[in-house]
């Protein structure tokens, strides 16, 4: 059944983190695939989602952009990872951060229009290596 030109099914996809998080993992492999860096998935999560041929372990974040354009993500405290790659999924963008600009907090909160300073790592996909 259709609501509002969205199926329920379609709805309840949209509720389920789980679901969204896997789907993150794999269009961001995907992507990397697709730019020449060989990924896998990893199948005991012990903080990194994909494993690189040069043993780089990537967390995958995943949020949709506000009205606002402003985003807002967060990672465990311990950071075991080399990257993490934030999907905009509503916009499809990339954010490829270094684990070591990730400080302080374990979460940020910036836009996606401004000049801000992550801007730098927006598509920055040759810091995978």
């Avoid at 311990?78 to 934030?86: E, N, Q």
Wanted: charged share 30%; net charge positive; glycine share 4%.
């Amino acid at each position: 059944m259709k609501r509002n030109g969205i199926s329920e099914k379609s709805k309840n996809i949209k509720k389920n983190t789980t679901l969204l998080g896997y789907a993150a993992e794999y269009r961001v492999m995907s992507e990397m695939l697709l730019r020449g860096k060989i990924a896998s998935l990893v199948t005991l999560d012990d903080g990194a989602d994909i494993i690189t041929n040069k043993r780089e372990r990537v967390q995958v974040r995943s949020q949709k952009a506000t009205r606002e354009d402003t985003v807002r993500f967060s990672y465990p405290k311990k950071k075991p990872f080399d990257i993490l790659i934030l999907w905009v999924r509503n916009r499809d963008l990339f954010y490829i951060f270094p684990n070591e600009v990730l400080t302080g907090n374990t979460g940020h909160h910036f836009s996606i229009r401004r000049h801000t300073k992550f801007a730098k790592y927006l598509e920055c996909w040759d810091l995978l290596k």
